[in-house]
């Protein structure tokens, strides 16, 4: 290939790829339908100009017929004078097989080898086109006696006429056929993209404004398609992408107010300590648990959002886990850092029950669950842990934790597994308000269902379904 052409090529191409996607659906909805049109004014002028030369060949054979039955014993000049000036409907001569039987005037009608074989037997009959007398004409050469050709000849004005007209009129309906084929390619890329378009300025509103509240208008249901089942998808993928961003806002929201009291007083006691030549022995001590126990306060607090802001759990930690010793090992751990309020465990059939997790995220669910039971009940009332079977629960092993506290009011239960959420109640115990919101994380990684609900005779009953 020559330069220039590599070139027209490298230059065609984009110019291609530039255009919208409405544009060529335009143009391929119009070449479609023109190209209909056109294949099917083409085969009707076939249609039309066989029908015409077959009627036109029809009388030619007619002709033929009353000539030989009104003449059956015509010599070869008989007849020849009718052809003059075609002023009959149709003309004849008779032409003979040998040229020494010609007739003395001139024969009007064109004679040539094919008309001597007609007459001799030799040869089929046949049709042919000429000009007599400076029209269009057809002939029909056929066999008329022993040793003897008929030639009837017959005006063809009228059929080409008739060709000509009806070439006029199919090429003007598919002049129009193409005009209503670019109309209705524009009308079909511009109904049927109508909906990609209201996609493609959604995406793009959001892609400037960042704000993915917007939506595509979708019509009323009955009327759905590939297009709109997009479009709805779409809008799915926008109300969670919504739901993401506004959680995340809330989270480094909410973090930031909950970072900012103990950085606070831990830059306070920082400083104090700095200027620990003015205190004494005991105020440097206090200072330095003060710190030490809030440092301890913040690393958790920021641990615990490292642990939330991962969704899964790494696959190569899972492992078959069994929730009898796991729980009676969380519950030890509870009576150690809670020794005011009892625990207790109760295990039904459930000793051999195990499922696939990672122990350390399993024993941190737990863990949160008894820790914020222990939490809310007074000092002297137990926190009650029963673990059940998959035969006692339906097929499903389930892990229940109650306590014997102020319970849940109806107005917090929506909101207890939210990130950093506090009832009133709660406002004033120590925590980050993220221990459950962990807890259900971790769980729904591990495909089960944490549910919060009021316990029977008070309290709050937490329900853990594998």
Request: proline fraction near 7%; charge should be positive.
């Amino acid at each position: 290939m020559s330069a220039a052409g590599r070139g027209r090529r490298r230059l065609g191409a984009p110019w291609r790829r530039r255009r919208p996607l409405r544009t060529r659906l335009a143009l391929a909805v119009t070449a479609a339908v023109a190209l209909v049109a056109v294949g099917v004014c083409t085969a009707a002028f076939f249609v039309v100009r066989s029908a015409l030369y077959e009627q036109l060949n029809l009388s030619l054979t007619q002709s033929a017929r009353l000539a030989a039955q009104r003449n059956p014993d015509s010599g070869p000049d008989t007849l020849a004078g009718e052809c003059r000036f075609l002023a009959a409907p149709a003309c004849a001569e008779v032409v003979p097989a040998d040229p020494a039987n010609d007739p003395a005037t001139a024969y009007l009608l064109p004679v040539d080898g094919a008309t001597r074989a007609v007459a001799a037997g030799r040869h089929a009959p046949f049709y042919t086109d000429i000009v007599h007398a400076g029209h269009p004409t057809r002939m029909l050469t056929t066999d008329y006696a022993k040793g003897r050709a008929l030639q009837v000849a017959l005006r063809a004005d009228t059929v080409e006429d008739g060709i000509e007209e009806a070439a006029w009129w199919l090429g003007l309906i598919g002049a129009a056929g193409v005009l209503v084929a670019a109309g209705l390619g524009y009308w079909v890329s511009r109904t049927g993209l109508a909906p990609v378009t209201r996609l493609t300025a959604t995406a793009e509103r959001i892609a400037a404004t960042r704000d993915p509240r917007h939506r595509i208008e979708l019509p009323p249901p009955g009327r759905e398609d590939e297009i709109t089942r997009l479009a709805g998808s779409f809008n799915t993928m926008l109300g969670e992408l919504e739901q993401s961003v506004t959680a995340q806002r809330r989270l480094v929201a909410d973090a930031s107010h909950e970072l900012r009291t103990p950085l606070t007083a831990l830059r306070t006691n920082a400083e104090l300590l700095a200027r620990g030549e003015r205190l004494t022995a005991e105020q440097r001590e206090r200072a330095s648990l003060a710190l030490g126990r809030q440092l301890r306060e913040v690393t958790g607090l920021v641990n615990d959002l490292i642990e939330l802001a991962r969704d899964e759990e790494p696959q190569p930690l899972v492992e078959q886990v069994r929730l009898a010793p796991l729980v009676e090992h969380c519950a030890e751990a509870a009576r150690a850092h809670w020794p005011s309020v009892p625990v207790r465990v109760r295990v039904r059939g459930a000793e051999a029950v195990v499922v696939p997790g990672v122990p350390a995220r399993l024993t941190r669910l737990v863990s949160n669950l008894l820790d914020n039971a222990a939490k809310f009940s007074p000092a002297g009332a137990p926190v009650e842990v029963e673990l059940v079977s998959p035969g006692s629960a339906g097929g499903r092993a389930e892990l229940t934790v109650r306590d014997h506290g102020p319970g849940i009011e109806a107005e917090d239960l929506p909101y207890v597994f939210d990130r950093f959420y506090r009832a009133g109640a709660a406002r004033a115990l120590p925590g980050s308000g993220l221990g459950l919101a962990m807890a259900r994380q971790i769980a729904r990684a591990h495909a089960a269902e944490l549910v919060a609900e009021p316990a029977p005779g008070g309290g709050a009953l937490f329900r853990l379904t594998f």
